[in-house]
């Protein structure tokens, strides 16, 4: 465990430094910053349009440095062959891999916590208090979801180059978010092979739509219990699976 905080740490430092994460951290609040001016021509509507503009705007962006941090983490170390000296210690490959996507997640969740600041600031403007609380449910959620997203892009970083693995982590985050819409829409084809094949969809990839209550979160709506506890399991179960896989498959990686 000690190794995997070091791994964790130095991960999270190196998130850190790059620019990319505050340029768009500041793109966000000024996001949000403008939707105050946008909710102004929304006849009293300021709040839900902060909300709903704030939350979108953090699950994009969040999306943009969970799938392109996630993947140069571990390209990186082999593009720059420290990977080697990493090895050369008394570190395991499970390690080294559970300690990255520890640190990233780090990075994510500071990133979304300013975020999250940023909206309830801009509803703290306009007067909407009460939304300013009850975002931070729909902003667990996202977290949660940008937590799947990681490990998403830390998988395909394992076996595939960084162009291509970023492109599948979007692909991915897209068709997550559709995948019971489109499963839904298979049932009423009355089409078998278009079933089997949606239904496959549906349970390989991640149901990310699970993770979205921006809507209402908008309306002052707080997720269930149910829901919290439904939604940390999936996401638990989902990131843990990946994990292993990833683990398997650059365990057995040849990097000489």
Not at 14 to 41: H, K, M, Q
Not at 90 to 95: D, I, K, M, S, T
Not at 123 to 143: P, Q
Request: proline share 2%.
């Amino acid at each position: 465990m000690n190794r995997i905080f070091v791994i964790a740490r130095n991960a999270f430092r190196e998130a850190v430094r790059d620019r990319v994460l505050y340029n768009l951290v500041i793109f966000v609040l000024l996001i949000t910053a403008s939707a105050i001016f946008l909710g102004e021509l929304t006849a009293g509507q300021e709040a839900r349009t902060i909300v709903n503009l704030g939350l979108g705007a953090m699950l994009i962006f969040g999306a943009f440095i969970a799938i392109f941090v996630g993947v140069s983490l571990v390209s990186k170390e082999i593009e720059k062959r420290t990977v080697y000296a990493v090895f050369a210690k008394p570190v395991g490959r499970g390690e080294f891999i559970i300690g990255k996507y520890l640190g990233l997640c780090l990075t994510l969740l500071v990133n979304v916590l300013v975020m999250g600041v940023g909206v309830s600031l801009a509803l703290f403007y306009v007067g909407g208090g009460n939304l300013a609380v009850t975002i931070w449910g729909a902003v667990f959620l996202i977290f949660l979801e940008l937590a799947i997203l990681t490990a998403v892009a830390v998988l395909f970083s394992s076996f595939s180059s960084p162009a291509l693995s970023a492109l599948l982590a979007f692909l991915v985050f897209i068709i997550g978010h559709f995948s019971s819409s489109l499963r839904d829409f298979a049932e009423n084809t009355g089409s078998n092979a278009a079933k089997i094949f949606f239904n496959f969809i549906y349970y390989l990839l991640p149901n990310l739509s699970f993770f979205t209550f921006r809507t209402n979160a908008a309306h002052g709506e707080m997720p269930t219990g149910a829901l919290f506890g439904g939604a940390s399991i999936y996401a638990a179960v989902y990131i843990t699976i990946l994990l292993a896989v990833t683990i398997l498959i650059f365990s057995r990686r040849n990097f000489k």
